[in-house]
C-alpha cells in the first residue's frame, strides 16, 4: 500500500506503469470498470488523518481534474477520495495541498455529501495492497518521475522532507504585476466585508511592510467567515496565493484561486495566536518571528494607534469614533434602521439619548439597574449594516467603526414630542455606506481587546440576576426574640467599612448599596436542595434548571469514524443511545457526546439535553446562544478534550453550573428575603458542578442548611450569621423594587467533610 513520492530527474521506474489507462474524472460512475485505470488531479483538499484504533486510520482529501478536456462543471471535476489504513496514514505524511495525485486501485462508491459540498456525485476508494498512488510535489514536474517506496525509515524521512512546503514572501516594494504571490504585511485600513451585487462579499485593504510601500488590497469570497478577521488598524496579515495587478498607474492586490488568509493581533506582547477560518493551514517558528518583527516595525513607525477605540466617558459631539462594548438589547426600528442598547461601563459627561421602542420588540434585557441605567448608550444602525446587526445575539462584545455622536434628537426615526425634550442630548449613529471603514463586528470572548472592557462590566455583576421567580413577595407576621448571638456560623470575607445595621434600617434604604447584617434564618427555598442547581448563560444571562436527556429505546451506535483527530479514546459520539446507557458507558469514557443523524447529516442533541457526558458530570448548552454545527467533521483538530473545547467544537455555548436559593432572613426588627446566587459556591464551600454529579458534594450543601436551619427547631436553637448585602433594583411590569444577595460570606464550622476552599466562580 505505498505512497509514490515522484522526484526531479531520470533513472528506472520513472514512468507510471504504461498499462494504466486513465479515466477523467467527469466520467466516473459506480458502474465505471476500474481494473487497471487511474485518475489524476491536483490536492485542493487535505483532511485530517483520524485515528480508528492502533493501526487504524481513515483520510478524506479532494482532487481537481487539471487538464481535462470535458466541457464539464468545475463541480464534476473535482471528487473526494477516502483512504483507509495505513495508506491514509503514508498520505498524511507524504502529500501536501497543491501536489499532483495519480491513484490506481480504486473502488468508485456514491458520495453522500454530494449535494453539500457540490463535488463530484461519486468517490473514490482506496484500501489494500492494490491500492497504490504515485504523487508529484507541487515543486516537481510531472513530467519528470522517480517513484520512492517508503518501507523503511530511512525512506520516511527522505518522503517527509520532500513534503515540506517552503513558503516564499515577496516584500510589498518588489511586487510585479500579474504574478501570484505571498505577502506578510500591516493593516494600516481596512473596510468590514459588505454584499456585492452579485453573491460575494468583497473587503478592502491597505497594508505596509518594512519596505514603506503601501498597497491597496481588494478580497472576494462567497462566504463571510472567509474574510480576513481583522479587529483594528495595526493588525499584521498574512496573505497567500493573492496575484498583483496594475491599477491606475499604482500596484494592489486581488484574491486568486486557491486564496488564503491568517491575521494576528498588531500589538507588541500579545500572543501570537493566528484567526482564520481555515481548518487547515501552515504556521510555524519562522510565521511568529515575521509577525513579531512586523509588530516591533509598526509600534516605532506609529502605525498601531495608542487607543484604538474611545470609551464612552471620553466621547465629544459631533465626532467620529470606534468603540468596543457589550451589546445589552436590540430591537428593530423600521426597514432601515436598528437600534443596539450597549455598554462599556463608563459614563458618558454628556445626557444621553433615550429611544423609545415599543418593549415587545426588544431582544435581550433593555435596562440595568437604576444605578447604571445612565451608562447605557442607544446606537442606531442604518441602511447596510442592518443585515449585520440583527444577527447580533444580546450578551456579545462589539466593536463599531466610524461610530457619529450626534447632539440632539432631530434625526431620530418615528421621533414623536415624548422626545422633543432631547434637543440637547447626545445620540450615537453608525450611518450607511462603508467610508472610513464604517461597520460593526462581533469580537470573539478569547479576544486580548476585551479582557479590560469584561474586568470592568464584572464589576456591576450584581445586578445580573432577575429570576423573577424567587422575588415572590410574603406577607408573615413578624416575630420577635432576644438578640444575643450564643454562636456565629457564617463570616464576611468583604473588605467594605460599613457599620452593621438592622434589616428594618436595610429595608428604609434605597439601593445601590451594600450592608452588614446579623441574622437568624427563618426558611429557604427550594426544600429540596436538588432545585437549586440552575444553569446559567453568561451572555444571555438567562437561569435554567438542567433537565434529563429523554429515554429512547433506539439500537446503541459506537460510530468511531466519527472521532476527532487522535482521540479515539477521548471522544466518542453515540447515536440512539438511552440515559441509562449513556450513563453506563461514560462511566468508562472520558467523553460522550450524543448525536442524531437527520438526513443522514451527523448534529449534537436538541440542548434540552446534556450536549456532553465526562464520567459523573454532565454539561449543558444554551439553546439560545448555540449554533450547532453538524457533518463529520465535528471535533476535528482539537489537541485537548474538555467541556470547553468540545462546546467549541459542536458550536455550543456552555452553560455554567450554580446553586440559587432563596433565604428568608430575621432578626429583630423584620423580616428580608434575599437571594444566594453568585457567592454561593463560596459559601458552601462547593463547587456547583461537583453538586450537579457528586453525592458528598450535595451532602455537603444539605449539611449546611441544617446547622442553620435545623429541622423542627425553634428560633432560639438556630444559630446567628454575619452577612453582607447587596442591595439593588430590578424592573418587572415596569415597576422597579429594591431586591438583594448574599455576598463575600462563607460558612464557618469544622466539617469533616468541608473542602478548605472551594474557589467560587464569578458568574
Known amino acids: 500500500m ?53 493501526d487504524n486510520y481513515v483520510l478524506k482529501t479532494v482532487i481537481q481534474e487539471v487538464d481535462s478536456q470535458q466541457n464539464m462543471s468545475p463541480e464534476h471535476s473535482s471528487i473526494n477520495i477516502i483512504l483507509f489504513g495505513a495508506l491514509a496514514k503514508d498520505y498524511s505524511e507524504s502529500v501536501s495541498q497543491g501536489d499532483m495525485l495519480l491513484v490506481t486501485g480504486f473502488s468508485v462508491g456514491n458520495s453522500p455529501t454530494a449535494q453539500k459540498d457540490k463535488l463530484h456525485a461519486c468517490n473514490l476508494q482506496l484500501a489494500g495492497d492494490d491500492a497504490w498512488m504515485y504523487v508529484w510535489p507541487s515543486t516537481v514536474s510531472p513530467r519528470a518521475s522517480v517513484p520512492r517506496k517508503r518501507t523503511s525509515p530511512a525512506s520516511t524521512e527522505v518522503t517527509k522532507a520532500v513534503k515540506v512546503v517552503k513558503y516564499t514572501y515577496v516584500p510589498l516594494s518588489d511586487l510585479k504585476p500579474g504574478v501570484v504571490v505571498n505577502v506578510y504585511a500591516v493593516v494600516t485600513f481596512f473596510k468590514q466585508p459588505f454584499r456585492t451585487k452579485g453573491t460575494d462579499y468583497c473587503s478592502t485593504l491597505k497594508i505596509t511592510d518594512q519596505s ?27 496573505l497567500h496565493r493573492v496575484k498583483t495587478q496594475l491599477f491606475n498607474g499604482a500596484i494592489s492586490l486581488l484574491t486568486s484561486h486557491g486564496f488564503s488568509v491568517v491575521t494576528f493581533d498588531g500589538m507588541v506582547g500579545s500572543p501570537v495566536v493566528p484567526r ?78 433615550d429611544v423609545f421602542v415599543e418593549p415587545n420588540t426588544l431582544e435581550g434585557c433593555p435596562t440595568l439597574s437604576k444605578d447604571m441605567a445612565n451608562l447605557t448608550a442607544n446606537v442606531l444602525v442604518y441602511d447596510n449594516h442592518v443585515e449585520v446587526a440583527r444577527q447580533f445575539k444580546p450578551g456579545s462584545y462589539l466593536r463599531i467603526y466610524n461610530l457619529h455622536a450626534v447632539p440632539g434628537a432631530s434625526r431620530l426615526p418615528s421621533n414623536d414630542s415624548g422626545q422633543s425634550d432631547q434637543t440637547g442630548h447626545l445620540g450615537f449613529h453608525l450611518h450607511g455606506g462603508t467610508s472610513y471603514g464604517r461597520g460593526l463586528r462581533v469580537l470573539p470572548e478569547d479576544s486580548p481587546d476585551i479582557l ?53 434600617e436595610v429595608k428604609s434604604r434605597s439601593p445601590p448599596q451594600v ?44 460510530s468511531s469514524q466519527l472521532m476527532g483527530k487522535g482521540k479515539a479514546k477521548e471522544l466518542i459520539f453515540l447515536m440512539g443511545a438511552t440515559l441509562e446507557e449513556t450513563c453506563r458507558i461514560a462511566s468508562a469514557y472520558s467523553n ?84 444566594l446566587w453568585r457567592d454561593a459556591e463560596s459559601f458552601f464551600h ?78
Not at 488590497?217 to 499584521?236: N, S, Y
Request: charged share 20%.
Open 592 to 675: 460522550i457526546v450524543p448525536v442524531t443523524s437527520p438526513q443522514g447529516t451527523m448534529t449534537p442533541l436538541d440542548l434540552s439535553a446534556p450536549f456532553l457526558f465526562r464520567g459523573t458530570k454532565r454539561y449543558y448548552g444554551c439553546k439560545q446562544c448555540s449554533q450547532l454545527k453538524v457533518g463529520e467533521s465535528l471535533g476535528e483538530g482539537v489537541e485537548v478534550w474538555d467541556e470547553k473545547s468540545v462546546a467549541d467544537a459542536l458550536g455550543v455555548q456552555l452553560l455554567q453550573y450554580g446553586l440559587l436559593m432563596k433565604l428568608e432572613l430575621q432578626d429583630g426588627t423584620g423580616f428580608l428575603e434575599a437571594l
Open 276 to 353: 482564520t477560518s481555515s481548518e487547515s493551514f501552515k504556521f510555524g517558528e519562522e510565521d511568529c518571528q515575521v509577525v513579531e518583527a512586523l509588530r516591533t516595525w509598526a509600534a516605532n513607525q506609529s502605525l498601531v494607534p495608542a487607543q484604538p477605540c474611545v470609551p464612552l466617558s471620553a466621547v465629544q459631539p459631533k465626532t467620529y469614533f470606534d468603540l468596543t462594548c457589550q451589546l445589552l438589547a436590540k430591537a428593530p426600528v423600521d426597514s432601515s434602521c436598528t437600534l443596539l442598547k450597549v455598554w462599556d461601563g463608563s459614563k458618558c459627561p454628556h445626557p444621553l439619548l
Open 515 to 558: 450592608f452588614h447584617v446579623q441574622v437568624q434564618l427563618k426558611s429557604y427555598q427550594p426544600q429540596r436542595l436538588y432545585q437549586s442547581l440552575k444553569l446559567f448563560c453568561h451572555k444571555c444571562k438567562t437561569i435554567e434548571p438542567p433537565s434529563e436527556s429523554p429515554s429512547r429505546t433506539l439500537t446503541l451506535l459506537m
Open 686 to 763: 462547593v463547587s456547583a458542578e461537583d453538586a450537579a454529579a457528586d453525592q458528598e458534594a450535595q451532602d455537603r450543601v444539605q449539611e449546611t442548611m441544617d446547622r442553620l436551619c435545623p429541622p423542627g427547631s425553634s428560633t432560639a436553637e438556630r444559630p446567628w450569621m454575619d452577612l453582607c448585602l447587596s442591595a439593588y433594583t430590578v424592573e418587572e411590569n415596569g415597576q422597579r423594587r429594591a431586591c438583594y444577595q448574599i455576598c463575600h460570606t462563607g460558612t464557618r464550622g469544622t466539617n469533616p467533610h468541608t473542602h478548605p476552599h472551594a474557589s467560587p466562580r464569578d458568574t
Open 212 to 238: 514603506n510601500k503601501k498597497v491597496g488590497c481588494t478580497i472576494f469570497c462567497d462566504k463571510l467567515e472567509e474574510h480576513p478577521k481583522i479587529f483594528k488598524m495595526g493588525d499584521i496579515i498574512r
Open 452 to 504: 479590560d472592557l469584561k474586568k470592568i462590566l464584572e464589576t456591576f455583576s450584581e445586578s445580573d440576576i432577575n429570576d423573577s421567580s424567587m422575588f415572590e413577595v410574603w406577607s408573615t407576621p413578624p416575630e420577635s426574640f432576644g438578640t444575643a448571638p450564643d454562636e456565629i456560623a457564617t463570616e464576611r470575607t468583604c473588605d467594605h467599612t460599613v457599620e452593621q445595621v438592622s434589616l428594618a
Open 2 to 54: 505505498p505512497v509514490l513520492v515522484v522526484k526531479d530527474g531520470p533513472g528506472p521506474g520513472t514512468q507510471v506503469p504504461s498499462q494504466l489507462q486513465r479515466i477523467p474524472i467527469p466520467l466516473l460512475s459506480p458502474t465505471s470498470d476500474c481494473t487497471g485505470k487511474t485518475v489524476k488531479g491536483r490536492v485542493v483538499h487535505k483532511g485530517p488523518l483520524v485515528s480508528m484504533g492502533e
